[in-house]
């Protein structure tokens, strides 16, 4: 046995079809849900008034809101970049479980 088919099964055989499957759900959803909040945060939505960390004291108020507001959207558009980064992992092991009896 070569070593890459060793490293093809020992990797691919991590997550079988169920579970690729079941995170590729999980991963569109997160991708979908972080989308929109970072969006909402980003338009600076009164309603996420409360999730943005607290005011530094002796800071010019509105800067300092609108600050806080683009640090946590940025930090869900790099939470939905990483879900679309799982989703495509989770693709790769559905396909690779899907021809898994052609090519072994």
Known sequence: MAVGDFFA????????????????VFSIWGVIMLGLLG???????????????PLQAGADNAANITMSYQKAGI??????????????????????DRVKPKIM
């Not at 945060?41 to 943005?52: G, R, S, W």
């Not at 869900?76 to 989703?87: D, S």
């Open 9 to 24: 099964k020992f990797i691919f055989t991590i997550c079988g079809f169920g579970g690729s499957l079941c995170c590729m």
């Open 75 to 96: 930090g869900c558009f790099i939470g939905a970049g990483l879900y679309v980064g799982t989703f495509f992992l989770s693709l790769s092991f559905f396909i690779f």
């Open 39 to 53: 969006v909402f945060f980003y338009i600076e939505a009164v309603a996420l008034i409360e999730d943005i960390p």
